[in-house]
């Protein structure tokens, strides 16, 4: 980037560098390689956009640190900080984005109105993106988004934001295939993990997840058409003192979509608000949805040792929808406690079974 005129003052707008180099890369017939090196490099906003690049092998090597502008107002209404469209056989290595989030968390604290803020990374209609070794630090917004990817990998990634900043949720993933998290620390104000609507085919593994809100399917059925969410594998995870462990999340409200063949293995929880919960009467403040039941048809989910800590006395809460009642839940070898002792068990509109030692006893 430096041939570009990139300077690593962090304050000179390297933006233009940046586009230039990808420019150079795309238009290149053979591997490209755009390397970042030590120092901190300010980039404002930047779209890279690949659907007329002549190569499909192009390597973003990042040894420094991007810096976003401080200013909030500078990004807030952009949606995306660095924003990868359509882009094919994209590797990006190590490196650290730092979002400079902190005033803008300030703002929405305060109860003022502000900006959404932008989304650090953000791959969109991509195909085989790997990210590996990323630090991504005080995101403004969410820190990572896949919305329309397929064969996708992220690993070995660390994702830092405080427990109190807003919308900061770690990785973000809609609309997509073939997408494998792992190996990754991830603590933020939000879902270290979300997967949205239209997710299939996932497999997340090796996850430290705290502070935050967990890993969470959802929420789902804010709209009335909406694909579902089915193929989910998430395992061996730890979650250290966040709100939720493994969550599934619907509005209350009609919808055709669906969340089918899921299972949780190897869960650790430290410490955990709701260890194990599948809330269908999710409804924020102006959500409009009193007296109404989630459309989400919940099936084929599976908890496979699951154990730890509970810092309620209800570990396990499966609170489904009157309509459209949770079915073949299972659980197998599960052991929650709370204050030394069993946690409780709570199970509205949910069936299934479970096997093996089970604590909360199953209310299935």
């Not at 599960?334 to 199970?347: E, F, G, I, T, W």
Request: proline share 5%; charged share 15%.
């Amino acid at each position: 980037m430096q041939s570009y005129g990139a300077k690593s003052d962090g304050r000179s707008d390297s933006t233009n560098s940046f586009l230039s180099a990808w420019a150079a890369a795309c238009a290149s017939v053979a591997p490209a390689t755009i390397y970042v090196p030590p120092g901190r490099f300010l980039v404002g906003g930047a779209s890279f956009w690949g659907q007329n690049c002549k190569n499909n092998a192009i390597t973003i090597r990042i040894d420094g640190t991007l810096v976003a502008p401080s200013d909030y107002n500078v990004l807030g209404h952009s949606g995306n900080w660095l924003k990868f469209e359509r882009v094919n056989g994209l590797s990006i290595y190590g490196g650290t984005l730092d979002g400079q989030g902190t005033g803008l968390w300030a703002c929405k604290n305060s109860g003022k109105h502000c900006p959404q803020g932008a989304t650090s990374l953000g791959f969109y209609n991509s195909n085989k993106v790997l990210v590996s070794g990323l630090s991504s630090l005080n995101s403004q917004f969410f820190h990572i988004i896949l919305d329309g990817c397929q064969n996708t990998r992220v690993e070995g990634v660390k994702i830092s934001a405080p427990e109190n900043s807003p919308n900061t949720d770690g990785i973000h993933v809609q609309s997509s295939s073939g997408i494998t998290i792992t190996n990754s620390h991830i603590g933020t104000g939000d879902d270290c993990i979300s997967l949205g609507p239209g997710c299939s085919n996932m497999w997340v593994e090796n996850i430290n997840c705290g502070p935050g809100h967990g890993i969470s399917i959802g929420s789902l059925g804010s709209s009335v058409q909406e694909p579902g969410v089915k193929n989910v594998t998430v395992k061996t995870v730890t979650f250290s003192g966040t709100d939720n462990g493994l969550r599934i999340k619907t509005w209350a409200k009609p919808s055709n979509g669906f969340v089918a063949g899921v299972l949780f293995q190897h869960a650790v929880m430290i410490n955990v608000q709701n260890p194990i919960i599948i809330d269908q009467n999710y409804c924020p403040s102006g959500g409009k949805c009193p007296g109404q039941a989630s459309g989400v048809r919940i099936s084929d989910v599976t908890y496979q040792d699951v154990h730890g800590t509970s810092a309620t006395e209800v570990a396990v809460n499966f609170d489904c929808s009157k309509n459209n009642p949770c079915s073949r839940i299972t659980l197998e070898d599960v052991k929650l406690s709370y204050k030394d002792q069993p946690a409780m068990a709570s199970c509205i509109n949910a069936g299934g079974s479970s096997s093996g030692l089970v604590e909360p006893k199953a209310c299935l």
